[in-house]
């Protein structure tokens, strides 16, 4: 079984800063670009940052300049560093990885290549 474990979500003042964590796990034969979304209730799922595995980082305008994606390919982990948070980043916070994974076969091995979701991990920003 290959899934996706999140931890780091919580409550946090405005201003203040939270650390999320994902490490992916099973399976696996290789691990591509790694991601986070996030989805506030009323609206649509958006992707807040994603990280190649070379670690060449993209961020959403939102969020540039607070948020900071990281990964670690020993660990099957990625991170999300989030500083200065405000109220409008809160949301449900989902963990993304594209990942070649492998399953046996009766007469081999069976790959398959997919993008994989964590359970997704509340933040919530306020006072």
């Known amino acids: 079984q290959v899934q996706l474990v999140e931890s780091g979500g919580g409550w946090v003042q405005p201003g203040g800063s939270l650390n999320l964590s994902c490490v992916a796990s099973?399976?696996?034969?290789?691990?591509?670009?790694m991601g986070w979304y996030r989805q506030a209730p009323g609206k649509q799922r958006e992707l807040v940052a994603s990280i190649t595995k070379a670690g060449d980082a993209s961020y959403a305008d939102s969020v540039q300049g607070r948020f900071a994606v990281s990964r670690d390919n020993t660990k099957n982990a990625v991170y999300l560093q989030m500083n200065s948070l405000k109220p409008e980043d809160t949301a449900v916070y989902y963990c993304?990885?594209?990942?070649?994974?492998?399953?046996?076969?009766?007469?081999?091995?069976?790959?398959?290549?997919?993008?994989?979701w964590g359970q997704g991990t509340q933040v919530t920003v306020s006072r």
């Open positions: 099973g399976t696996i034969f290789s691990i591509n670009a």
């Open positions: 993304n990885a594209n990942m070649m994974v492998r399953k046996p076969l009766t007469g081999g091995t069976y790959y398959s290549t997919s993008d994989y």
